[in-house]
């Protein structure tokens, strides 16, 4: 486990807000910040909408003491679709000005960038949902 000054250096982010983030309950966390701790720890980061009884389900099935989280280099079917992906296309052999996970985290946090862009957008003045999206899914 990285240091709290490592993994702030590496997340692009101060130490005292890697230190409030592990304080349970002293910050609220956005999707920014959770798209530059993945990005830092070279994982990918899944955020979705889940029913009640599904996210209560995997809360009481979680342990942190099985939670491993495997990083890009260390993804073999990534990293095999990957090279598939580079033979199929002949790229040509040089080396890149970003690292592969450099450029696959700007390339998520910019597609985390413009979906919550996109939801605030619809919110609107009120800081609500549309009435007719509430309707439509309501």
Do not use: C, Y
């Not at 002293?26 to 920014?32: C, D, K, P």
């Not at 530059?36 to 899944?46: I, K, M, S, T, W």
């Not at 919110?123 to 009435?131: A, N």
């Amino acid at each position: 486990m990285p240091r709290q000054s490592d993994l702030a250096r590496a997340a692009h982010m101060h130490q005292s807000r890697i230190s409030t983030i592990e304080t349970p309950g002293a910050s609220n966390v956005t999707l920014e910040t959770l798209s530059r701790l993945a990005a830092a720890f070279r994982v990918g980061l899944l955020v979705k909408f889940v029913s009640f009884s599904e996210m209560l389900n995997w809360e009481n099935e979680f342990s942190q003491d099985t939670f491993d989280v495997i990083p890009i280099d260390g993804d073999a079917d990534f990293l095999r679709e990957d090279e598939a992906a580079a033979v199929a296309s002949h790229q040509s052999a040089f080396t890149p000005k970003k690292s592969v996970f450099e450029d696959i985290a700007d390339q998520g946090q910019r597609h985390a960038g413009q979906n919550l862009a996109a939801f605030t957008a619809n919110l609107g003045d009120t800081g609500q949902p549309p009435s007719s999206l509430m309707q439509a899914n309501g």
